[in-house]
């Protein structure tokens, strides 16, 4: 069975599966797979379909990793079509998921159904590992996922996740790694009172402008070779207090950390704790922090396959794509917990606008890409060549 992309990423795209629905994307997949010969596993946790599909038994396995959960459209009225009925204009697919990455898991299942057709028989194993629950709390998705491969035992070897990575052309930027992430979301108590009496209370303001003024002196660190230095973003500031003539008796702030490999989660906790134990202390207020920590920095060490993906992607693109760590976190910080790992898809410039779309010579180049990357990775058709792992 010969699978084309676009007519795929368009089918994709109908199932309207707003984080955590599914809408029956995942039946969808499984369903093309399965024509393919791939034996498939839905994998359930809680309200979430996954999908752990394989083809082959043998060693190595390359897993391609991606989920089918989308965003909410937004204000429908705004886009040019129904976001969940895609349409071609202008030589781009547009839809809701069309770059976000429906049509990144299209490309790839096409380009299996190709490889399957150039090769019928090949020493390995190809696999997905494909969640819905990725645009979310990414809590019952692709990290339980992992977790039941790890007590199946399976072995993965490689896992190229396809997540869009290029910032403008096909073939800029490969992720080799991700920066941690850790959200606090700090309240200081004070004593509440009347603004006309100070003496009689304890304003939490005055110690949480301290804290912040401090976080944001801080300078984590300047960077490394292979990240950007870690930087800490104030995203709320809260008061609830609806009186102008009462001190508050508790202020509310929300910060996030993006770090690279200098720190750990732990490492910075340990720290930021130093700091609302010292002001809070002077002022003779309490704090309580609530840490949500979203993923650890990880790196990739480049090998062969890393370098072998690197020059498919310039063979076909003209362009010698980065080998990068920039960004938010993805699924990859999950997955590299068993196997080693790298990320590359579609141009990014559009996912989770109006009109989210992706060129159709990207859609056609992406496939190609995932296809000689298989045969590269199996050595299809060469002789006298160690196969690469």
């Avoid at 993965?156 to 080799?176: A, D, R």
Wanted: aromatic share 8%.
């Amino acid at each position: 069975m010969s699978i084309n992309e676009l007519r795929f990423a368009k089918e994709l795209i109908r199932r309207p599966s707003i984080t955590p629905k599914d809408a029956g994307a995942i039946n969808l997949l499984a369903k093309n797979l399965r024509s393919l010969g791939f034996k498939c596993q839905l994998i359930n946790f809680k309200n979430i379909k996954n999908l752990y599909a394989k083809l082959g038994k043998s060693s190595p396995n390359f897993c391609y990793a991606g989920h089918t959960d989308v965003v909410p459209p937004g204000n429908i009225s705004e886009w040019s079509i129904n976001p969940f009925k895609p349409a071609v204009k202008n030589n781009k697919l547009i839809g809701r998921g069309a770059n976000d990455m429906k049509a990144s898991i299209a490309c790839f299942v096409a380009a299996v159904s190709k490889f399957k057709t150039k090769n019928k028989k090949f020493n390995g194993s190809i696999s997905l590992l494909i969640t819905g629950d990725e645009e979310g709390i990414a809590t019952h998705g692709t990290k339980k996922v992992v977790e039941f491969l790890k007590r199946k035992r399976e072995k993965i070897n490689f896992c190229l996740v396809g997540e869009p990575t290029n910032p403008n052309k096909l073939g800029e930027m490969i992720k080799i790694g991700r920066r941690g992430s850790i959200t606090g979301r700090l309240t200081v108590i004070g004593t509440q009172g009347h603004v006309a009496y100070p003496h009689r209370a304890n304003n939490p303001s005055d110690s949480m402008v301290k804290i912040l003024n401090k976080l944001k002196e801080i300078k984590l660190d300047k960077g490394t070779k292979n990240f950007q230095a870690s930087n800490l973003e104030i995203t709320k500031i809260n008061i609830d207090n609806y009186a102008d003539n009462v001190i508050p008796g508790s202020a509310n702030a929300v910060f996030n950390i993006r770090f690279n490999s200098k720190h750990s989660s732990s490492s910075l906790k340990k720290k930021l704790n130093a700091i609302f134990r010292s002001i809070t202390k002077k002022s003779k207020c309490r704090f309580q922090v609530i840490y949500e920590i979203s993923g650890e920095a990880f790196l990739t060490k480049p090998n062969k396959t890393t370098f072998m993906i690197q020059n498919t992607i310039k063979k076909i693109t003209k362009i010698k794509p980065k080998l990068s760590t920039t960004g938010g976190t993805s699924d990859a910080r999950f997955i590299r917990k068993i196997a080693p790992c790298l990320e590359f898809g579609l141009v990014g410039k559009t996912m989770h606008k109006i009109d989210e779309s992706v060129s159709l010579p990207d859609l056609k180049k992406l496939t190609n890409i995932y296809l000689n990357i298989l045969e590269n990775y199996f050595n299809v058709g060469k002789k006298n060549k160690k196969r690469i792992l």
